[in-house]
DNA sequence: TATTGTTATACTCTATAACTATA
DNA sequence: TATAGTTATAGAGTATAACAATA
């Protein structure tokens, strides 16, 4: 492979401080575009939850405890992929506010149940419906078909790690005995 | 619109603790789905940059340095949507470790123009190869017209809200002439 | 010994206020 | 006065080690 170009398409780079700032190599990663466009959404759905008391990572959580009553705070963390400690301050909070209730099982005591009081799923419907249409807002250029197909192509890169973790290093050379 | 149910098409909340866990009305939204394939997608960038000694936003800006030789930091700042702060420890290191020049401008001394150094040049391909590829490892699930379609859709995204920024309260209304 | 929930802590990334030197 | 770069600092969000209670 000849020494790369930063980019193929681009024009040449201007000689000194430009007034239109060419993209670098990143551009055409999609990692970089999926990144800005996440702070656009997130920075839309934060203001939302804001109106709510929620930070979006709490309503996430109890968006899962609405729709698995008695889960564990293991199986939610696991679920959303957040560290079980950094959890622990979100149900903390989300108990003192009465949005949930921890309940200790009766057949394992290290375990708890999680449940939505009355209070908390009003909160939540309300809270999910104000965030919806934020992201409407944000969402206003792509069509009911384009965000279908977003959601779709977004799900499959996130499950193809999870089916097929393999890392770069064995994929360049042979594995160690 | 009847109190709604956070999920039309998924089965009913299970009793107790399930071992499946459902999503709650999150999985619908663009944001949480968006989140979690850029989660995997930087991990990859991640771990792909830190062989070349370099975190994500550092390649970032030496990308564009690369492509816009003579930018400044607050150009570059702005470009990236990095705080100007934050963005001088970023050139700080650069500069250290000698991948960029940082030179007053002449016509006015507050100014300094950003260039890539040899050396900051091979690292940034060296590192751009290393991090596209990692990339591919995670998109094996799509093919080159499915990528472009995804970031084709995700640029949608970013500049609807930079070209049209209309609040909600603004768009009951009708619009302006 | 292993697991659940928890505490404390540290690290990354980001955000804000205020300073300096120039203009 | 306004701007570019900088400093210091604070806040999210996330990650790791270690502990007590329980299995």
Redesign the interface.
Same mark, same amino acid.
């Given at each position: 492979?000849p020494?790369?170009r930063?980019?193929s398409t681009?024009p040449t780079?201007?000689?000194?401080?430009?007034d239109t *700032?060419?993209?670098?190599? #990143?551009r055409?990663?999609?990692?970089?575009?999926? =990144?800005?466009?996440?702070? *656009?959404?997130?920075a839309?759905?934060r203001a939302a939850a804001e109106d709510f008391g929620l930070r *979006?990572p709490t309503?996430?959580c109890?968006?899962? #405890?609405?729709?698995?009553?008695? #889960?564990?705070p293991s199986?939610?963390a696991e679920?959303l =992929?957040i560290e079980r400690p950094n959890l622990v301050v979100i149900v903390d909070e989300l108990e003192t506010r009465e949005l949930i209730r921890r309940t200790q099982?009766k057949t394992d005591r290290r375990r708890y149940?999680l449940t939505v009081t009355v209070r908390g799923r009003r909160l939540?419907?309300q809270a999910?419906?104000a965030?919806?249409?934020?992201?409407a807002?944000?969402?206003?250029?792509?069509g009911a078909e384009?965000?279908a197909?977003? #959601?779709d192509?977004?799900? =499959?890169?996130?499950?193809?790690?999870t089916e097929?973790p *393999?890392s770069?290093a064995e994929?360049t050379g042979p594995p160690p005995p």
């Amino acid at each position: 492979m000849p020494r790369a170009r930063s980019n193929s398409t681009a024009p040449t780079p201007s000689a000194s401080s430009p007034d239109t *700032v060419f993209e670098g190599a #990143i551009r055409g990663m999609v990692g970089y575009n999926l =990144k800005r466009a996440y702070i *656009v959404l997130h920075a839309a759905a934060r203001a939302a939850a804001e109106d709510f008391g929620l930070r *979006v990572p709490t309503f996430s959580c109890l968006s899962v #405890i609405v729709r698995n009553p008695g #889960i564990t705070p293991s199986a939610l963390a696991e679920h959303l =992929k957040i560290e079980r400690p950094n959890l622990v301050v979100i149900v903390d909070e989300l108990e003192t506010r009465e949005l949930i209730r921890r309940t200790q099982m009766k057949t394992d005591r290290r375990r708890y149940e999680l449940t939505v009081t009355v209070r908390g799923r009003r909160l939540h419907d309300q809270a999910a419906e104000a965030i919806r249409d934020a992201e409407a807002q944000c969402l206003q250029g792509l069509g009911a078909e384009d965000q279908a197909r977003l #959601i779709d192509l977004l799900n =499959k890169i996130e499950n193809a790690m999870t089916e097929a973790p *393999v890392s770069a290093a064995e994929h360049t050379g042979p594995p160690p005995p």
